[in-house]
């Protein structure tokens, strides 16, 4: 464990943390916090499992956000790939105007992008969902899938360019 810290530092240091990586998952003050109280009761709970492999504030957020999948499944909400922004890929759309065509044309590209989305890895489809959807940092999103700043940084932007590309060829 990092430097034999007692669950009440870990708390104190983490869990600004958690809950920030909760509500912007959530979008809810309330949900946030008893998902963090869950999260905190369950590491207490599994400290021994801990195994060092990671960092405490990444062992945190997987539970935080098994906590969290564990509500949607409660809830049958499903997140869905749908909820990625379109607009984040700039694939030449005039938003401005309700052109039926216009709208029909969109509505296709936005099938590829999802079909082309749903190709991804898993791990790969969370990172563009913490990126684009929830805003996060590469640094968190780092922290949240246990990988380097680095690897979120370079992982994003070459699937973003492989998918940019794919839809391009598919139109």
Known sequence: ????????????????????????????????????????????????????????????????????????????????MEEYSFDYFNIYINNETNNIEQNLIKNEEKELLYKNLNKLDDTIKELFFLKIKLNFTFKEIAIILGKTEEWARVNFYRTKIKIKEELKNEN
């Open 1 to 80: 464990m990092e430097g034999k810290l007692c669950m009440k530092e870990i708390y104190e240091k983490y869990s600004k943390l958690v809950y920030n990586y909760l509500y912007k998952i959530t979008n809810n003050k309330e949900l946030s916090e008893d998902l963090m109280q869950e999260t905190f009761y369950s590491a207490i709970k599994n400290i021994n499992s801990f195994n060092n492999k990671c960092k405490i504030s990444t062992w945190l957020c997987q539970i935080a956000k098994n906590k969290y999948m564990n509500e949607i499944r409660k809830q049958n909400v499903l997140v869905s």
